[in-house]
């Protein structure tokens, strides 16, 4: 629960109360109108003439009803909008087809985590095509536009895990961007985000270590944490949308058992065999149309990758055996 969750059910319950009014109300006039003035008792029809104070007494409760709806929302919506001097911000790029969320000391993930009873300001913007930022929970909905960087501000106030998703169509696996967001007590929140990033730091400087020239090579647990910068990258560049690492058939090849596997691809035109090796995968991934494994479209896009995440994240397929 956020904030402003109890505020937002209660705009919904007012607007739906007056509805719910309304419509016992005219039914009833309605009914009681259809008996009094049936055929068979009033067999003359009159004249109606003007009467002007019922003609604005129903213009002016209606004005009325629908400007303290509008003047309620409003209020609500600006407790969104209000953004807290000491406000914890985390960046929030959509893209097809998954979540990216990154905090104020440069950790990323797919998952948002929010710190319990602090502030928040989602800072929204879209890779691609819209897409609208969705948790029920919080009663949170926010379009992100394509070139247009958006925002909302939030306190959650209960821990747990809540669903977050698209609630805006947006291509072919729309579905499958849903992620969720976890809200943490104050040490749990800020031990992930500096653990998490600290990996992420160990792992460079390992890569560092080992690949600096004139270095004695150290011993250091260097495949288990490229595995895991490989599983990080491979989420937050959206591999997953398009190659599963379960086997099954997403609009890519999966990743699972593709290391060292033959397959037919087209190439200028040409079918031809290849093994699935390191510089296949390497050259797949910065350059996807140069050869296409068949049976698949080509519509991935070329990859700007630094050397080391290429590094990592051939290596994580390698592990998906």
Not at 131 to 142: G, N, Q, T, V
Not at 145 to 151: A, F, S, V, W
Not at 160 to 169: I, P, Q, R, S, W
Not at 221 to 228: E, H, P, R, T, Y
């Amino acid at each position: 629960m956020a904030n402003f969750t109890r505020d937002v059910d209660n705009v919904f319950l007012y607007i739906s109360g007056i509805g719910f009014f309304l419509l016992l109300l005219i039914t009833f006039l309605m009914l009681f109108f259809i008996f009094k003035y049936r055929s068979s008792k009033n067999k003359e029809a009159e004249d109606v003439k003007d009467n002007i104070v019922l003609e604005i007494t129903w213009t002016l409760i209606p004005t009325v009803i629908v400007l303290s709806m509008f003047y309620y929302g409003f209020y609500v919506f600006k407790k969104m909008r209000y953004i807290p001097p000491d406000a914890y911000e985390i960046k929030v790029t959509g893209r097809q087809w998954s979540w990216l969320f990154e905090y104020e000391n440069g950790f990323k993930s797919d998952t948002l985590y929010l710190l319990l009873n602090k502030p928040v300001k989602l800072t929204m913007k879209t890779m691609d095509v819209i897409h609208s930022l969705y948790i029920p929970a919080f009663r949170i909905k926010e379009d992100l536009p394509p070139g247009y960087e958006t925002y909302i501000s939030l306190t959650p106030k209960d821990t747990g895990t809540y669903d977050l998703l698209c609630a805006e169509y947006c291509g072919d696996l729309h579905s499958y961007m849903v992620t969720k967001v976890k809200v943490l007590e104050e040490e749990k929140f800020y031990s992930k985000i500096k653990g998490e990033k600290e990996l992420e730091e160990k792992v460079e400087k390992t890569e560092e270590k080992i690949e600096a020239p004139g270095k004695k090579e150290e011993k250091l647990d260097f495949d288990i944490n490229l595995v895991d910068k490989g599983k990080k990258l491979v989420s937050e560049k959206v591999c997953i949308a398009c190659h599963s690492t379960d086997g099954s058939r997403l609009i890519g090849p999966s990743f699972k058992g593709m290391y060292g596997k033959k397959e037919v691809v087209v190439s200028a035109g040409k079918e031809v065999e290849i093994v699935a090796d390191d510089e296949y995968l390497k050259e797949s991934i910065l350059e996807p149309a140069k050869k296409v494994v068949k049976g698949y479209e080509n519509l991935m896009p070329p990859s700007e990758l630094k050397e080391e995440e290429l590094k990592a994240i051939i290596e994580y397929i390698k592990s998906l055996k």
